[in-house]
Nanobody, 127 residues
Framework: QVQLVESGGGSVQAGGSLRLSCAAS????????LAWFRQVEGEDREEYAL?????????RYAESIKGRFIITEDAAKNTVYLEMENLKPEDSAKYYC???????????????????WGQGIQVTVSS
């Protein structure tokens, strides 16, 4: 069974930067597709991924974070990253790493198509 473990969250002031990491282990290795979602406290997890990455679809982003967040990977480490810049208080949320066995979830970026989920990690941005 694939396991996804997030790290790198924490507290930062508005305008600051953070890099989240998601390490994949178990199963047949890194899922074909990896993505990041977030959930604001008191709300449902966003239906569409903030960012997704697969060899077939490339990197795809939600409009709300384009130009500020970048998804990258280190294939040797089976790790995907979410590099976040110019953070805003409204970016405060629990961030989840998700994986898919095929490229399809990364194409749609819709959460119900993803097969694996991490436990999530908190990011808090203060004004």
């Amino acid at each position: 069974q694939v396991q996804l473990v997030e790290s790198g969250g924490g507290s930062v002031q508005a305008g600051g930067s953070l890099r989240l990491s998601c390490a994949a282990s178990g199963g047949a290795g890194r899922p074909y597709c990896l993505a990041w979602f977030r959930q604001v406290e008191g709300e449902d997890r966003e239906e569409y991924a903030l960012a997704s990455l697969s060899a077939t679809t490339g990197a795809r982003y939600a409009e709300s974070i384009k130009g500020r967040f970048i998804i990258t990977e280190d294939a040797a480490k089976n790790t995907v990253y979410l590099e976040m810049e110019n953070l805003k208080p409204e970016d405060s949320a629990k961030y989840y790493c998700a994986g898919g066995r095929t490229y399809y979830p990364c194409g749609s970026r819709i959460q119900r198509f993803f097969d694996y989920w991490g436990q999530g990690i908190q990011v808090t941005v203060s004004s």
